[in-house]
């Protein structure tokens, strides 16, 4: 399928040209007759055509059709109202136009014309098309934007190449027939020929990219379908808009020539980069008019300054009326317009200045931190900014700092102050000159203003009568310490500014320290009244300051201060810091001393040490050397033997002050001084009188307690027994070997230790007991035995433990509980170690087994068999320990 060829499509040019100029020209004719070219067959609801009713009557308000299978609305547009078909013959009907207001009528004639249609069946017999070699690419296609018509506008014609063979039939899908928007497009089924039925918005749709269709009768598709590009060509119908209905703008009013103040800016809806859219811009007015301040830049839309007349103390404001054009700016463009508000911005081109070129002021003399004087100043820049706020400075006549200027933020004025009294008699008056500026500086030179505006303050001092001065406030006096009380120095002096005398003022202590110093009342002299020590002030090496008053005789008063520089004398020896020495020998071979003087240093150091009339054995073992100016060492021979030394060292200054000190120094076998004073302690015990009678009591009760048990053992070998029951009221008997409580409470309340308690040292317990034949034997461990009775408390529970205090060695024991247990300890724990380890020397707790109770008449006898110790070295039992003993072994040995 092709398009139509060349001549025929410029035919229908000429054609469709000649049908506009024949719109103009003659419209009356194309209101009596309008022809439409129909097709053989159309559906309901299909457009057919328009008429311009507008050019046949201009107010129209009643459009009817004498044919029912016709409609026609209000804009032009003919529809069918049923599907119509038209015969070979022409039809027609009658459009009538009213207008009821002017009682006017006109008839428009609509005559229908329908082509011939000669149909050519493809014979079956072809299974094949056939086409021409050559295909033609379809002819661009474009239509004006808002077209006047007539309407359906005829745009091009298409013909498919099988056409030459075959009847073809023509269709066209696309945006603007079957999708949005809807029936825009037609194209006669048996011509090819393609409508457009209305105006056509180029901002709205721009192309319309048509596809053609070309098939036979028999619905076979004789071409490939063409695409048809319509493209809408631009109509300059939208003026351009600017972004914004009111700019804002602020520029600063000392900026320069060509500063850029903003951009305005505008679009154009119509086609880009084409003389509808090349705009450009202006400024129709300015308010206020004169002068010219502000130019645009026609293509880019840059608003500068061109002026230097930019004053904000004169308009702080402009309006410009902003215009933009298209079609390049040519008259005949279409044009918009916008508004920019311009707001000038405060500058520093005004400096402040004084009202006045001499000002005035008064004052009395001594008054300070008072106000004397407001200088108001001038200032045109913008109020409450830094360009309009002022800085006062004095430039000259303030050496003495009598005097400060400062700023009102509120009424920015300069308020000199006095911050410092002023003296009559010194000056009657003070000429100042002070200065004013901004906070910032100035943007620009300023004609015949400097930055800086000066002016002349006179201030009169006014006389006061005034009490004395104490002048300097500070008087310095120098005494040497340790001199003799009652002694007379030349004191604090006081004036009376008026007189400059001395004469007629009373002087008066207000504080003193120490008490050392009186002042004579007329004279102001001081004399000490006690003897003066430097070490004795605080700071040593400070001033001692008394505090004195003067009054005149009127009782005004001034007070001042005379500092005592208390010259240093050599009174104090130097003295050794350390008392107690204690040195681990042989880890230390020596220990350091030193020595400090409380008197300034001409009277200290260097110090010398030396030892102080030694007896001959600290001389032969004691030595010292020194280390530096303050500090020496003392070192002992290696034959010095393990006690405490009494050491007299003596020091000396360099001016021949010396004292001597009597060192306890403390040799001792140790690995820490720590170690050697906590056994100095405890050997340093002294027992006192009330003491050693408590011992010797102690002892007598012991030795009744023995001789008690001996006649006791005696009676029970003549057959004496004591009753089961007076027994039982003493001690329980149990033979259970299994875990249980560390304690036994006895009937009568008391309490019994158990082996368990050897974790603590002490290995008193109660042994097994057993009867044979109905009689109780006790033991006990060596350094334990004693009775329950000798523990008894009133009500309470006691255990054998707690009588370590007492006696417990027995009669027939050599050695003491002590001896007997640093003895044996390092052999039992040895053992112990050795009994909970298996065969390959691994720890394991299988080897020390708990006993359950044995029921009475045990063969392993009582573990209490090693509680005597039967010689000083048979001592060999401990080597072979039999199970019976692993029990109590673990017992003694938990923490």
Request: glycine share 6%; proline share 5%.
């Amino acid at each position: 399928m092709a398009a139509a060829p060349r001549s025929s499509l410029r035919g229908a040019l000429c054609a469709q040209l000649l049908l506009t100029l024949s719109v103009f020209s003659f419209a009356a004719e194309a209101c009596n007759k309008v022809i439409f070219n129909v097709p053989s067959k159309s559906e309901a609801d299909t457009m057919i055509g328009r008429v311009n009713l507008k050019e046949c009557l201009r107010s129209v308000d009643l459009v009817q059709s004498n044919d029912t299978d016709f409609r026609v609305l209000d804009d032009g547009s003919v529809y069918t109202t049923t599907a119509v078909k038209f015969s070979k013959k022409k039809r027609s009907f009658t459009i009538r136009l009213s207008d009821t207001k002017r009682q006017f009528q006109k008839k428009i004639i609509v005559l229908l014309e329908s082509r011939k249609e000669v149909l050519k069946k493809r014979q079956t017999k072809e299974t094949v098309l056939r086409r021409a070699k050559r295909r033609w690419a379809p002819i661009p296609c474009s239509m004006q934007e808002n077209s006047l018509g007539p309407f359906p506008l005829f745009l091009q014609q298409v013909q498919s190449d099988a056409a030459q063979n075959y009847t073809i039939f023509y269709s066209i899908s696309g945006r603007g027939v079957d999708q949005e928007p809807l029936n825009l497009f037609y194209i006669e089924r048996d011509t090819g020929n393609l409508f457009c039925t209305k105006p056509v918005d180029r901002e709205e749709y721009d192309v319309f990219d048509l596809i053609a269709y070309a098939s036979t009768a028999d619905g076979y598709s004789a071409d490939l379908p063409l695409p048809l590009p319509i493209r809408v060509e631009d109509e300059n119908d939208n003026k351009p808009i600017f972004t914004e209905a009111v700019y804002n703008f602020e520029v600063s009013e000392s900026s320069r020539l060509g500063t850029s103040v903003g951009v305005v800016c505008a679009t154009d809806k119509d086609e880009p980069d084409t003389m509808h859219t090349r705009l450009k811009y202006s400024i129709l007015e300015q308010t206020p008019r004169s002068p010219g301040l502000f130019s645009v830049h026609p293509n880019t839309g840059v608003i500068t300054i061109i002026s230097h007349y930019l004053d904000r103390e004169v308009v702080d404001k402009y309006s410009l009326i902003m215009k933009v054009q298209d079609m390049d700016g040519q008259f005949f463009g279409l044009t918009g317009t916008s508004t920019c508000i311009i707001t000038v911005k405060d500058s520093n081109d005004n400096a402040p200045t004084f009202r006045q070129n001499a000002y005035e002021a008064s004052v009395e003399e001594n008054a300070f931190n008072v106000e004397i004087l407001r200088v108001p100043i001038e200032d045109k820049d913008l109020i409450k900014t830094a360009n309009w706020r002022a800085n006062f400075t004095i430039l000259k006549g303030n050496e003495n700092g009598n005097f400060k200027i400062s700023t009102d933020k509120e009424t920015n004025e300069g308020v000199l102050c006095v911050v410092k009294p002023l003296n009559y008699e010194e000056n009657h008056q003070v000429n100042l000159e002070i200065g004013v500026s901004n906070e910032v500086p100035l943007t620009r030179d300023v004609p015949r203003v400097t930055a800086m505006n000066r002016a002349l303050v006179t201030v009169h001092v006014k006389d006061v009568d005034e009490g004395p001065e104490c002048s300097p406030p500070a008087q310095y006096v120098q005494i040497k310490e340790n001199l003799a009380a009652g002694s007379n120095i030349k004191g604090y002096k006081a004036y009376d500014p008026e007189t400059k005398s001395s004469s007629g003022l009373r002087y008066k202590i207000l504080h003193d320290p120490k008490g050392w110093i009186a002042i004579d009342e007329t004279s102001g002299s001081i004399t000490t009244s006690k003897i003066l020590d430097r070490e004795a002030i605080s700071p040593k090496h400070g001033l001692y300051n008394i505090t004195v008053m003067a009054i005149d005789q009127d009782g005004r008063s001034c007070t001042g201060t005379l500092a005592v520089n208390i010259e240093d004398v050599n009174d104090n020896a130097p003295e050794i810091l350390q008392h107690y020495l204690t040195i681990c020998k042989p880890k230390m071979g020596y220990t350091d001393i030193s020595a400090v003087d409380p008197d300034e240093p001409v009277h200290g150091a260097p110090f010398y040490f030396s030892l102080s009339s030694p007896s001959p054995e600290i001389n032969r073992i004691w030595s010292l050397t020194k280390i530096n100016d303050t500090a020496a060492r003392l070192s002992y021979q290696k034959n010095a033997q393990f006690q405490e030394y009494t050491i007299p060292v003596t020091v000396k200054d360099r001016a021949g002050q010396s004292a001597t000190k009597i060192l306890r120094v403390n040799l001792c076998d140790c690995t820490h001084p720590s170690q050697c004073r906590s056994t100095s302690r405890s050997a340093g015990v002294v027992l006192g009188k009330w003491a050693i009678l408590a011992i010797l009591l102690g002892i007598a009760l012991l030795f009744s307690v023995l001789l008690t048990l001996v006649c006791g053992v005696i009676g029970t070998k003549k057959g004496k027994r004591f009753p089961e029951d007076l027994a039982q009221q003493n001690l329980i008997i149990s033979n259970t070997e299994a875990p249980g409580d560390d304690r036994v409470c006895s009937a009568n309340g008391f309490t019994t230790q158990t082996a368990n308690n050897c974790s603590q040292g002490f290995c008193g317990t109660m042994g097994s007991g057993s009867r044979n034949g109905g009689q109780e034997t006790i033991e006990m461990v060596k350094g334990g035995h004693q009775t329950l009775e000798s523990c008894r408390g009133a009500g309470h529970h006691h255990t054998l433990d707690s009588c370590r205090g007492g006696h417990t060695e027995m009669d027939n024991c050599r050695y003491n509980y002590s001896e007997w247990h640093s003895f044996t300890q390092p052999h039992l724990c040895e053992k112990l170690h050795q009994c909970s380890q298996n065969e390959n020397h691994v720890p394991s707790q299988d080897y020390v087994l708990t006993y359950n109770y044995e029921g009475r008449g045990s063969p392993a006898g009582s573990v209490g068999c090693c509680s005597e110790k039967q010689e000083e070295d048979g001592l060999e039992f401990l080597n072979n320990l039999e199970p019976k003993f692993m029990t109590l072994a673990e017992a003694c040995t938990k923490r």
